[in-house]
Every structure is written in structure tokens, then in C-alpha cells.
């Protein structure tokens, strides 16, 4: 545990100093990787649990609630929030859960628009099509992209720390450092050695339609120790 408090002591005064990131959506510019934050969506509630995890390509969290560290429903967004993201730049949502789950969501919000899509965290095809939109937001700078469980832990964290082991291999983060970052958020109680295994193992897809360059990645990707 002392040797990943420090790594992310390290990591947070990188990125409060600022990287060569895309231009971060409204109200998410204070965001961290570990400590979380509320979204306002409206009406009193945000987002729960919200963190960055590349600085204006990707975001995690829960769903609505009236504080940072409160647990939202066991739900999909609601149409509040989608527009509340859209409105702030955000192009992609993804919901990790299929339960309450009714099909695609397209909103328009003026001359942006974002599209709300389930695909399941723990699938490594669904996995690979969250990369791919991953992929078209780092290389055509379209917007960022928003993934959301429940609570903001176990599966938005895998699905981010595996898009870090993806995405960010010549940043320095490999697998095992991604897995000390899924770890770094969750209390030990509930931090599943199955999903811990899973990120550590995790094989970066090798399509040429989900690689980056290195330029991209030094100016999308977090710093680290």
C-alpha cells in the first residue's frame, strides 16, 4: 500500500501541473485520478465518483446522486445527465451493466452531440469496441468519453485501466501499473483478486485500428512513476 500511495502522490503532481492533453470538457478541469468529485448534471445531483483517467479523452464514475462519495441507483443515466455531458463536450457515454439497460441513446445539444451505448465491462469484445471510440477521440479529437458503473469501482476502473494498459503501454503503463491503479480506489475489503488478476494479465488488443502513436500517447496520457 506505501509503495502505491506513493506512486499516485507522484502522479497527481503531474498531472496539477499539467500535460499536452485535448482540450478537457466544461467542468472537468479540477478533475483527479484518485480523489473524486461530483458532475453537475442539475437539480441538485451530479455524477458520483467522478475521476479522469487521460485528461480530455476519458472519465469515470457512477451515477446520480447529491455528493461526491455517495453511491447513486442501480441504474442507467438519466436524459438530465446525458445532456449535462453532452453540454460539456462529452461525445460517448458508456454504461458497464446491463441492467435497466433500454438501447442506445443519441442527444443533441446544440452543435454537439454525444451517444449513450452499454457494453459490458468484464467482455473482451465489448471491451474492444469501447477501445475502438477510445481510439477515434485520441486521434481525431472527438470530444471525450464518459464510463460509468454504479458506484465508479469495478467495472468503469477496469474498463479504464485497461485502456490505460492499451493506450498508454509507451507512456510507461503497463499492465502491472494499471492494475496498482484499479487497485488505488478501492478498499481492500471489496478489491477482488479476479478483477486485480484480469488488469495485471491483461493483453493489449494489436489491431492496427487500436494503436496510437507516441506523440498521441505523450499527449494524452496520465504521468507515472
Not at 443515466?77 to 451493466?97: P, R, T
Not at 452499454?118 to 485520441?138: S, T
Not at 492494475?179 to 475489503?189: E, F, G, L, N, T
Request: charged fraction near 20%.
Amino acid at each position: 500500500m506505501c509503495k502505491i500511495a506513493r506512486f499516485f502522490s507522484v502522479l497527481f503532481l503531474g498531472l496539477s501541473v499539467g500535460v499536452g492533453a485535448l482540450a478537457q470538457p466544461a467542468g472537468t478541469e479540477d478533475a483527479d485520478m484518485t480523489k473524486e468529485k461530483l458532475f453537475p448534471v442539475g437539480g441538485g445531483v451530479g455524477l458520483t465518483h467522478f475521476r479522469v483517467v487521460m485528461p480530455g479523452v476519458l472519465y469515470r464514475g457512477g451515477t446520480e446522486g447529491p455528493r461526491a462519495s455517495v453511491d447513486g441507483p442501480r441504474r442507467p443515466l438519466q436524459n438530465q445527465s446525458l445532456q449535462a455531458l453532452c453540454k460539456a463536450g462529452f461525445s460517448q457515454a458508456v454504461y458497464a451493466y446491463r441492467t435497466g439497460w433500454n438501447g442506445t441513446e443519441n442527444v443533441s445539444c446544440g452543435a454537439n452531440s454525444l451517444q449513450y451505448d452499454y457494453h459490458k465491462w468484464d467482455n473482451r469484445v465489448a471491451l474492444k469496441q469501447v477501445f475502438v471510440k477510445l481510439h477515434d477521440i485520441i486521434t481525431q479529437d472527438k470530444g471525450a468519453m464518459y464510463v460509468h458503473c454504479w458506484y465508479g469501482l469495478h467495472a468503469s476502473g477496469f474498463i479504464s485501466a485497461t485502456a490505460l494498459a492499451q493506450f498508454c503501454g509507451t507512456a510507461g503503463w503497463d499492465s502491472r501499473k494499471a492494475a496498482a491503479y484499479w487497485d488505488s480506489v478501492i478498499p481492500p475489503s471489496i478489491r477482488y483478486p479476479k478483477e486485480h488478476d484480469e488488469v495485471a494479465n491483461f493483453v493489449r488488443f494489436t489491431d492496427p485500428e487500436l494503436q496510437i502513436s507516441e506523440q498521441d500517447s505523450t499527449r494524452v496520457c496520465p504521468p507515472h512513476n
